[in-house]
């Protein structure tokens, strides 16, 4: 499985990770899906989550209506959700295992001291993780 990232969409994506180092970010990425996923745009969204923001986050039910809709309108599919890891490694948590839905990539970002350490993106197979290959 493989996923392509346009520049300005990772750029989006990096920038609202260093942005609320040290707390997670989350957003929602789209664009078009034939044989592989192409990431045209990502839009960040408010981590709703009240404790330990270091460590987790939370997409309110409405940014997901809103996710929906903005695809609907915009001719776009919706691909998935991203999520900064701060100081540490870009690979799924137990957490984010819990959290998963089928069909949608992940893509983790990984932070370290406000920089990129890392970034890559799984897809949910039954019930673990395998990782897509970036393709920029």
Known sequence: ?????????????VEDAIKTYPHECCGFFYGDENEERLVTQAIPV???REE????R??????????AEQYA?????SLLGV???HPDHPSIPSEHDLKQAV????YIIISIRKKELANIQSWRLDESKFIEEQIVK
């Open 1 to 13: 499985m493989k996923i392509h990232l346009t520049e300005k969409a990772k750029a989006a994506m």
């Open 46 to 48: 408010e981590n709703t």
């Open 52 to 55: 330990n923001r270091e460590r």
């Open 57 to 66: 986050f939370e997409v309110s039910a409405k940014d997901y209506m809103k």
């Open 72 to 76: 609907e309108e915009n001719d776009l």
């Open 82 to 84: 991203y999520h900064s």
């Open 102 to 105: 089928p069909y949608f990539s």
